[in-house]
């Protein structure tokens, strides 16, 4: 499975972007797919996780009512909405696919394949 992340850019403080990831290779079966992001100097953290369906999401308090996560899965594609950007949203991020859970999750170790990573600069 390939991932490719895309739609990261410099934007400034209360802006938006989208993000997408596309998979590609051996997609078939269920999965859970999520958004993590790193930055400057830190480590790895959770953004956002979207089971299967679509109809479980879970947000780390720092993005939720900001970020909203979505999947089409007849494309094989994720979604990440990012709107009232924040400098400290500055970041790289990875999009991540799953296949041994099924509603999501906020652990890294229950991801079998990344992405990337996509530059997303937000200015003050």
């Known amino acids: 499975v390939q991932l490719q992340a895309s739609g990261g850019g410099l934007v400034q403080t209360g802006g938006s972007l989208r993000l997408s990831c596309a998979a590609s290779g051996r997609t078939f079966g269920s999965n859970i797919m999520g958004w993590f992001r790193q930055p400057p100097g830190k480590e790895r953290d959770f953004v956002t996780t979207i089971s299967w369906s679509g109809s479980r999401t879970y947000y780390a308090d720092s993005v939720r009512g900001r970020f909203t996560i979505s999947r089409d899965n007849t494309k094989n594609t994720l979604y990440l909405q990012m709107n009232s950007l924040k400098p400290e949203d500055t970041a790289v991020y990875y999009c991540?696919?799953?296949?041994?859970?099924?509603?999501?999750?906020?652990?890294?170790?229950?991801?079998?394949?990344w992405g990337q990573g996509t530059q997303v600069t937000v200015s003050s």
């Open positions: 991540a696919v799953g296949y041994r859970r099924s509603l999501g999750s906020s652990d890294p170790r229950d991801y079998d394949y």
